[in-house]
């Protein structure tokens, strides 16, 4: 009799769901999906790894940037059972190393920011990052943990947000994305005399480029000329004159030997730019174009008695 109470004993030990499991994927570990499909209430189902009370919305445990998994506070947890949300979630916030910028404000970008990554001008921006803890009921501020030293990141990596990572690639193709070049007039046209204060000037100014889009956001930059450098042809130059004038032009340069000389202005732009129509914004980076040579015929002039 005791050999058959045994033997039903067994049967049963043996038909239960954890023996099943035990049989079929080895020992059970506490918190594995196997696990949690047969004990969905226990802790180690309910906490997460962590086991620190710390999770996302859904009632999992999330790394910085990673998507939470399918379900929600009202959804099923591990094996169909409810989730306990937790009271605090995680996230991990950026933001340019400028004066002023924190974790809860991105700010704006700054020359700090901008000037100091490897290469530069690749619109590489140096972040200080930040874990900010938020409460689940109301999403307010339970603390913000600073992340010791300060990191470059490209563009092209995700996390930092995306208004900072617009102005990094705006940075980034400034050079390429400014077409325009000065042409130098000159004045006298084509032909001028040796000794004679021959006058420069170009009509290339402030203009607005072509619309681009960043990230599915409209952005429009606006090109400044900010120094106007020219050189004349025979050696010399005058350098941060400016423009000069159509009419009565203050670059000038007085040519001492003949010959066919061409004159050409480069021109060092800065810039600035909106998201959306939005608030404008400084850019730290430059853009250098250089000018056609303009020829021109430089001659002696000579005195000749005329008769009357």
């Known amino acids: 009799m005791k050999a058959v109470v045994l033997a039903f ?51 999992h445990q999330t790394a910085p940037g990673q998507s939470s998994p399918k379900g ?8 169909g059972n409810p989730v306990v949300v937790p009271s605090t979630y995680r996230e991990t916030a950026f933001a340019p190393t400028c004066t002023g910028n924190t974790a809860l404000d991105a700010g704006v970008l700054c020359g700090a920011a901008v000037n100091t990554c490897v290469p530069a001008g690749a619109g590489i921006i140096r972040y200080w990052e930040w874990t900010v803890t938020y409460r689940t009921v109301d999403a307010s501020v339970v603390s913000i943990v600073a992340l010791p030293g300060s990191y470059c990141v490209a563009p092209e990596v995700a996390g930092p947000p995306a208004a900072v990572v617009i102005a990094g690639v705006v940075e980034r193709d400034f050079k390429s994305l400014v077409v325009a070049r000065g042409t130098a007039e000159v004045q006298p046209r084509g032909t001028t005399l040796v000794n004679y204060p021959t006058k420069f000037f170009t009509a290339a100014g402030e203009y607005v480029l ?3 889009t960043i990230l599915g956001r409209r952005v429009v930059i606006t090109a400044r000329p900010q120094s106007y450098d020219w050189f004349f042809g025979d050696g010399q130059s005058a350098l941060d004159v400016g423009p000069g004038q159509a009419r009565d032009s203050d670059v000038r340069h007085v040519y001492g030997v003949t010959g066919t000389m061409a004159a050409y202005v480069v021109i060092t732009w800065s810039g600035t730019f909106t998201v959306e129509g939005g608030r404008v914004q400084q850019m730290f980076g430059t853009a250098r174009t250089t000018g056609p040579g303009t020829p021109l015929q430089v001659k002696q002039a000579r005195a000749e008695l005329v008769t009357k």
């Open 72 to 79: 929600g506070p009202r959804g099923g947890g591990v094996g």
């Open 9 to 59: 004993a067994l049967l049963f030990l043996w038909s239960t769901p954890a023996a099943q499991a035990q049989q079929t994927a080895g020992p059970l570990v506490p918190g594995t999906q196997a696990f949690c499909d047969i004990f969905p209430t226990d802790p180690s189902c309910l906490k997460g790894k962590a086991g620190d009370g710390t999770f996302d919305l859904s009632g």
């Open 210 to 212: 072509p619309a681009v």
